[in-house]
């Protein structure tokens, strides 16, 4: 593997991160009435967590080829981190939903 799985962990967080940072933006971007600016924060949500869902395919691959590696606490904490973070984006697609039928 050409990285280390503590390294992959670390680019799942921080695209994770980066999803969840923009989805909270989307939410008072609604909340200002700006839902051209929610919606586009949405699709950038979108896109870091498809950016971390890549890394998470390379060390499923990895496992399925019989090249797994230890599972390790950050890459727990990665896997956490990305799954509440799809969360807030998914509410934050309710929330600014009900921002805009009010």
């Known amino acids: 593997m050409e990285q280390t799985i503590t390294e992959i962990a670390f680019q799942i967080i921080l695209h994770a991160g ?3 940072s923009s989805a909270m933006e989307a939410i008072q971007a609604a909340k200002q009435g700006d839902f051209s ?3 586009q924060l949405i699709k ?12 998470q395919t390379t ?3 990895e496992e399925v080829k019989g090249d ?3 599972v390790n606490l950050i890459l727990v904490h990665a896997q956490d981190h990305l799954m509440t ?3 807030v984006r998914d509410l ?8 805009r039928n009010k």
């Open 85 to 87: 973070a799809m969360t």
């Open 68 to 70: 797994g590696s230890t």
């Open 59 to 61: 060390l499923l691959q």
């Open 37 to 39: 600016q929610a919606n």
């Open 44 to 55: 950038k949500a979108s896109k870091s967590f498809g950016d971390a869902h890549h890394y």
């Open 18 to 20: 980066n999803g969840k």
């Open 92 to 99: 934050a697609i309710e929330i600014i939903e009900i921002y």
